[in-house]
């Protein structure tokens, strides 16, 4: 049996019981990781406005913290393109363009994500991987992509631009495009059409670190730097500074809605990617200790002084192809790169900003999903609507304002869906047992007289009036004068204060028509949330039965002197 330090950390013990056998190949993986993440890092540093040494804090950290609280084998974590431009546009519209407290901000906002994640995690809320519908994460991406490609083909041409917002970037882009610098754009191009041959023809190959040692190289037997090509310059070596950041009250208020959107966006993202090569590997990873394992991750870049980190696609996908068998290779990968840090920086210093901007484009590009847009349109006109809203909205309104549009379409279809559920009348088919809806079965019989109606959701706030109309529209549609309606409660999974109250309207109104209102197949769970005195001093009294059978003899037998009704539960569920 686990101990309950192993079931918080499962790294630990899945450390005691490593197979040496498997160092080989995880060495080989996490060698062939560090080389793609350790240049991702420093690129995605760039999009987070943070220098790059940040960006290698937040490439090694979070692979030690991942390695003994995460559920997956072969998850990598570290910086993510969209988690970095949410982070960003955060930190920029409090920070007032002081650096200095842009990276204080920015440790703050990292620690309060780990926060949020732990305490998530502590409260087993790993459903929320599901809360973001596949078409509006698919959306959201898509603008997140596009932000991102028009902030990053300025750098790779040699020039820069200002302005918040897509289309003012946009505009300004094409005023300023005159300015670029011939050598910039041919080494950024080459750059970046190498990258894309590499990707596309040579994918186990390291094509980031080969796109930044070529640009190194190309820099420094060239001269590049006198020629209008930017360069990253000296990046500190050694461990970083240990720091708490300090905050205003105003400034901690104004990061809890950035705090909680970024841990739903980067959970998301994570957790799917998590999922995915777990499922190609054939095991389970669970979703709550997942939220945990990011929760650490995260705080291990704050501390260390990065930025927000995630589950990492393209470092997964590289883990996965060089034939990683467990996290010790993300333990590799983090300690190559911590030797790099303390020992090989210097390099690094001639390393061209347009090398930086190809490695991010590229990243970009694996964000746009063509073949979902596609499906998307086959498949659901409305779900592609959500879909190309929430790139719409990322677009016009910002990237921060794009997280809480998608949270609110993921809110809109639930509502959508919930609020006018199926629904069916029943009715009973020859040589069949039970009772079917009599549009998909035909030749079905009712009973004269009795109206079977099925409402294919729990009842609500949102959808009470719904079914209140939907059973008057059956009523009315009866080919016979309605005596009884027999409601199928059997998806029915929750009913909330105002359902009831409107279902005893509704039993009011009908029992006025000469029409009784019963039920069957009922669950005991429904009254768990009301107080069993309430129930009665409302007088929700109706006919109960336990299967749609005893009901119909019971209406068959309604009018013989020894016809009984039963009533409805009051007891909440042992």
């Not at 009704?565 to 042992?574: F, H, N």
Request: proline content about 6%; hydrophobic content about 50%.
């Amino acid at each position: 049996m686990l101990s309950k330090l192993d079931r918080v950390a499962p790294g630990l013990a899945a450390l005691r019981a490593y197979e040496k056998s498997n160092l080989r190949f995880d060495i080989v993986a996490g060698l062939s990781v560090a080389a793609v993440a350790l240049p991702v890092g420093i690129a995605y540093s760039e999009i987070a406005r943070v220098p790059a040494v940040v960006g290698i804090y937040s490439a090694i950290f979070p692979l030690f913290a991942y390695a003994l609280f995460g559920s997956s084998r072969q998850l990598m974590t570290g910086p993510d393109a969209a988690t970095c431009i949410i982070a960003a546009a955060s930190i920029g519209a409090i920070a007032g363009g002081d650096p200095q407290r842009y990276a204080v901000l920015m440790v703050a906002l990292t620690l309060m994500t780990g926060l949020f994640y732990i305490i998530a995690g502590s409260a087993r809320l790993g459903f929320i991987a599901n809360f973001l519908s596949q078409p509006i994460l698919v959306g959201y991406l898509h603008g997140i992509a596009l932000v991102i490609l028009i902030g990053q083909l300025p750098v790779l041409m040699g020039f820069s631009i200002q302005g918040e917002g897509f289309f003012p970037q946009v505009g300004a882009f094409v005023e300023r495009i005159g300015l670029t610098q011939p050598a910039a754009l041919a080494l950024g191009g080459s750059l970046l059409l190498l990258l894309l041959v590499m990707r596309r023809l040579l994918p186990r190959l390291p094509g980031p670190l080969i796109v930044a040692v070529f640009g190194i190289i190309a820099v420094m037997v060239l001269g590049l730097a006198d020629h209008g090509v930017a360069v990253l310059g000296a990046v500190p070596a050694g461990f970083p500074p240990f720091q708490v950041p300090t905050l205003s009250f105003t400034e901690f208020r104004s990061l809890i809605p950035d705090a909680a959107g970024l841990t739903l966006i980067s959970f998301t993202s994570g957790v799917l990617t998590s999922k995915s090569f777990a499922q190609r590997a054939g095991y389970d990873i669970d979703a709550n200790q997942e939220l945990i394992g990011f929760g650490a991750c995260n705080l291990a870049s704050g501390l260390a002084q990065g930025f927000p980190v995630t589950g990492a696609d393209s470092r997964t996908a590289v883990n996965n192809a060089t034939g990683g068998r467990s996290q010790v290779a993300g333990i590799v990968a983090a300690v190559a790169m911590l030797a790099f840090l303390l020992f090989f920086t210097g390099p690094l210093a001639q390393l061209p900003k347009t090398a930086l901007a190809a490695i991010i484009i590229v990243s970009a590009f694996g964000f746009f999903d063509y073949a979902a847009l596609r499906t998307l349109r086959s498949a659901s006109g409305r779900e592609l609507l959500f879909s190309l809203a929430t790139t719409a909205g990322v677009l016009f309104f910002g990237v921060l304002p794009g997280v809480l549009m998608a949270v609110i379409l993921s809110l809109l279809w639930l509502l959508s869906v919930g609020s006018r559920p199926h629904d069916a009348v029943l009715g009973h088919v020859p040589g069949k047992e039970g009772f079917h809806d009599i549009k998909d079965a035909p030749g079905a019989t009712t009973t004269p007289g009795l109206l079977i109606y099925r409402f294919d959701s729990g009842v609500v706030f949102f959808n009470c009036d719904h079914f209140k109309e939907r059973v008057r529209q059956k009523i009315r549609e009866a080919a016979a004068p309605v005596e009884w309606v027999l409601v199928d409660a059997s998806p029915i999974n929750v009913v909330d204060y105002t359902a009831l109250e409107k279902l005893h309207d509704l039993r009011k109104e009908l029992a006025a028509q000469g029409i009784v209102l019963a039920y069957a197949r009922v669950k005991g769970n429904l009254a768990y949330f009301f107080r069993p005195a309430w129930v009665k001093e409302l007088h929700i009294v109706a006919p109960m039965f336990p299967t749609i059978e005893s009901a119909v003899q019971a209406f068959e037998q309604r009018n013989t002197p020894d016809a009984r009704l039963g009533t409805i539960p009051t007891k909440r569920p042992a």
